[in-house]
């Protein structure tokens, strides 16, 4: 008991230690997560109004030159060019003028093929008049009649610009196209100047503005191969440089960081009104995670000035306990020792119990043997009357020399003789005490031998019975002699209870079921009392008023330790019924099935 204690109690001290240090982690971890979570609100705050702040001023830059393609399309100078009246120098001077008004990077008219007819930048050495530009975007949009906004890398000049085009339309014919392109890098000077983290991605994740140059044309996402092969075609972007940026989200669903090239951010971002782009604002995560260690740093200096704490009264209870464990041990001893004490009184009370409830056996044994001595003695009267008749023939045989006659005589005799050997030897090994060691025996020689043993009290009390096997051969394990006891004490409480019968009938069946054989004692007496129904097999309960009620408990214990079972009945038509069923001795013929 005492191991069994220390184990349980050095478990649970383990469970609670585990326990503590999982709240300990817990809100460790918790309060990092919170302090960084708020000043993650705080910056967040901030990121949003500088995000705003960079939209507007993005969206006025752009939105500034929207007018100019238009302007230019309608303009006199560019329908007669179209129409045959105008010449080409006329619109180049014309286009230089509202590119220089403007501030625009470049203006320039394409023809219905996609060539470069006239240009603001005519006169310069990347002069884009003659180009061949029907690959890009905005011209196959603006042929058709619809106008197109597009970032990309200029093919002249090799530098990027957002691009704005509108369609050439006279006499409801596209004769050409009108493009104004728009530098953006001073913007992106502006920030780099601010030493903000910005950046612009378009539909395909690609980085087309940034305030770090290194991140300039890389990708957030994988490109599929589709939207490579038409970035290709329409020469939006320097091939090499679409490469993938070195980014990953760490918990972006509740803090929102990203760590680009080894350094961690929080980022911001937004979809551009209007637009298929993308602004994004980053802020250096350091100070965040410096305040979340500071926080975490704080609540360990808390924690640990708590468990110190916590140590000092534990240590004292501890001691406290000890003592009172001490006690209770000294009594738990005093205890162990009574227990033991009682344990050694019940064994001898239940050895006495035994060796009483054996001797009551054998006390019901002598008690039905004096019963059926009547019975005998009365079987006995008859054949002795019959051999002192012929002892009387045989003398006066003798006497006349009449040795034929003596022989004859004297076989009767000695068959007499055998007849009342046969009735005391079956009393006679009735009386034989019962041995504790189990055999093998049949059960059709058994309860024929107990109705034989009991014929002639059946035929005292004028009693019929009869036995039926539904089959012949039926072995059970156990005590032959006790139950053969069972089926007597069966017997005689049938006797007792027709005692008041005009007829009496005793049956006995015996069947065969599954694994098993039930024996049935059936008679046609009142039946079971309703008073006693439900506990006659209980020590001491009986409805004679001379009885003592052992004999069934008795006998339901014999059969319990036999591995059966035993249960009686009332029949519907009058009498009572007792089944005993025991286990089939199975033979090694039967586990080969």
Known sequence: MAKHGLGFQGGSRQANYLFMLAVIIFILFSGAALTVYYNRQAIQHLADERLNLYENVLRLQLDKYNYLPFLVAGSTEVKELFSGDGSEEQVNHFLKEVCTKAGATAVYILDSKGVALCSSNWDQKNSYVGLDLSFRPYFKSSIKGKGKKFYGVGFAAEQPGYYISCPIVQDGVTKGVSVAKIDLSRLQEVWMEGGENLFVTNADDIIILSSRPEWRYRTLTPLAPETLQQIQEGG???????????????????????????????????????????????????????????????????????????????????????????????????????????????????????????????????????????????????????????????????????????????????????????????????????????????????????????????????????????????????????????????????????????????????????????????????????????????????????????????????????GGRMWSENRPEGGGVFFLELPLKRTPEDSND
């Not at 994004?280 to 740093?297: N, T, W």
């Not at 001490?326 to 009574?338: F, G, S, V």
């Not at 019963?371 to 006497?399: D, G, W």
């Open 236 to 562: 939006q972007f320097p091939e090499p440089s679409l490469r993938p940026l070195d980014w990953h989200t760490v918990l972006a669903d509740y803090l929102g960081l990203v760590q680009i090239n080894g350094s961690f951010f929080l980022k911001s971002s937004r979809e551009i009104k209007g637009m298929s782009w993308s602004i994004s604002y980053l802020v250096g995560a350091k100070p965040v995670l410096e305040r979340g260690g500071f926080a975490v740093l704080v609540l360990f200096a808390f924690v640990g000035a708590t468990l110190v704490v916590r140590m000092f009264f534990r240590e004292k209870r501890l001691k406290e306990l000890s003592l009172r464990q001490a006690e209770e041990a000294y009594k738990i001893r005093l205890m162990n020792m009574q227990l033991a004490q009682e344990i050694e009184e019940r064994e001898r009370t239940e050895k006495d119990l035994r060796e009483a409830q054996k001797e009551l056996i054998e006390a019901g044994k002598l008690a039905a043997l004096g019963e059926m001595a009547t019975a005998v003695a009365h079987e006995l009267n008859q054949p002795i009357a019959a051999l002192k008749m012929y002892i009387a023939s045989c003398r006066l045989m003798f006497e006349r020399n009449d040795i034929a006659e003596l022989d004859s005589t004297l076989l009767n005799v000695l068959g007499i003789s055998d007849r009342m050997a046969k009735v005391t030897g079956q009393l006679k090994a009735y009386a034989r005490k019962s041995s504790d060691s189990e055999g093998v025996f049949e059960i059709r020689a058994a309860v024929d031998e107990t109705l034989s043993l009991m014929k002639h009290q059946f035929e005292h009390e004028f009693c019929k019975f009869k036995a039926d096997y539904s089959s012949p051969d039926l072995s059970v394990l156990g005590d032959r002699g006790r139950f053969e006891q069972v089926l007597i004490n069966l017997f005689r409480n049938a006797l007792d209870a027709m005692k008041d019968q005009d007829e009496k009938f005793l049956k006995v069946d015996v069947v065969h079921e599954n694994e098993t054989v039930v024996i049935s004692v059936t008679d046609n007496g009142p039946g079971i009392a309703p008073e006693v129904e439900e506990k006659v097999f209980e020590p001491f309960v009986t409805t004679k008023e001379e009885g003592v009620g052992l004999g069934l408990s008795i006998s339901y214990k014999a059969i319990r330790e036999m």
